[in-house]
């Protein structure tokens, strides 16, 4: 009886234990540390600005219950394995550009297509608000949870040796391409495009391997192509268009409270400021670039003309080829041209 008595003191005992410490680890909450790649440089303001601002904000409101990390400039994988290190896990969060996946994302690269978007902010409004109104975007990324797209600004021309104005002075140069659909682009000019990473843009400019670069005017600073470029030719011939992607098994181990939180500090505002940057970094570059004494050529809506009809092509195939697809290539077309009206500021 007294051994009975016994066991029954210990088991109360056991049980207030267990009792108190599962209320102590519900009170300081389960720990996760978010790893985030991306590419860029860790001192582009998409990683200073964007992303650390985004898990900043998400550790302060869980009480540093979710923290993380940042491996910026492909030091967990290239920029077009991005992606799939999202899918498979290898990074919680990844950041890249679509048109590094060559064909994983076609209807993405609606972006891409001349005279879309006039600023970064324009283009990152234009990209989130048709990933809100077309399923079949949805599903381009539905191996992830997309938390923010947007854009870069707008690609201009940058050349070292040759002035351009007319489709004519772009014919036979060799220019840096920043995705399959700005090939097409180039080689509808005339000139020859040559596919290569932000990285390599500088030596190549400078050593003569390349003639010019299709690229936004915030690489004029962030890649220092102020310090080359002669000649800037502004004419919005194509947005890149970027994602931020989770892996879909870490955001389903959070509870519902720290989802709102990851989905506040993400979607349309954080699309909006990363747009931001790379307008606030492209008038930067070309001051910097303007002040070293490159000549900066503003094409006017008359001399676009030509550039419009050598590029019409461009657009009625891409269209062509998502209906062939089985994708609503014109309705997004038009649509995407209907919010370029919408949005403009």
């Known amino acids: 009886m007294m051994f009975d008595k016994l066991g029954y003191f210990i088991g109360i005992i056991v049980l207030l234990l267990l009792t108190a410490c599962s209320e102590g680890i ?3 909450g389960s720990q996760h540390n978010l790893i985030i790649s991306h590419f860029l440089p860790g001192s582009h303001p998409v990683q200073t600005q964007v992303l650390q601002g985004i ?13 993380y990390e940042l491996y910026p400039s492909n030091a967990l994988g290239v920029a077009g ?12 969060i990844a950041l890249s550009v ?12 609606v972006m891409e297509l001349p005279f879309l978007a006039e600023t970064a902010v324009h283009g990152s409004e234009i990209i989130a608000n048709l990933y809100e109104e077309f399923p079949s975007i949805q ?31 772009v014919k ?5 391409s920043p995705s399959p659909l700005a090939n097409d682009i180039l080689e509808a000019l005339g000139a020859v495009p040559v596919s290569m990473p932000m990285g390599d843009v500088y030596e190549s400019l400078e050593r003569g391997v390349i003639d010019g670069a299709m690229v936004p005017l915030e690489a004029l600073y962030n890649y220092r192509l102020h310090e080359i470029a002669a000649y800037i030719t502004i004419g919005n011939f194509s947005a890149t268009p970027f994602f931020s992607v989770m892996n879909k098994e870490a955001y389903y181990r959070f509870t519902d409270s720290e989802k709102q939180v990851i989905n506040e ?13 790379f ?13 070293n004494g490159a000549e900066v050529i503003d094409l006017t809506e008359e001399q676009l003309i030509p550039w419009r009809k050598a590029l019409d092509p461009i657009v009625q195939a891409w269209i062509n080829d998502m209906e062939n697809r089985g994708y609503p290539g014109q309705h997004i077309y038009d649509r995407a041209f209907q919010l370029k009206a919408e949005l403009k500021k």
């Open 26 to 28: 519900a009170s300081t």
């Open 55 to 67: 898990g900043n904000e998400i550790e302060k409101k869980t009480d540093g219950d979710i923290t």
């Open 81 to 92: 394995s991005q992606y799939d290190m999202a899918v498979t896990g290898e990074a919680d």
């Open 98 to 109: 679509h048109g590094y996946s060559p064909g994983r994302f076609p209807l993405m690269s």
């Open 139 to 169: 599903e381009e990324h539905a191996d992830t949870i997309p938390l923010f797209l947007f854009t870069a600004e707008p690609a201009q021309l940058i050349t070292k040796n040759h002035r351009i104005e007319s489709p004519e002075d």
């Open 172 to 176: 036979g140069l060799r220019v840096r």
């Open 265 to 277: 500090a993400t979607g349309i505002e954080a699309s909006i400021e990363s747009g931001s940057v």
């Open 279 to 291: 307008d606030v970094d492209g008038q930067t570059g070309r001051k910097l670039a303007k002040e």
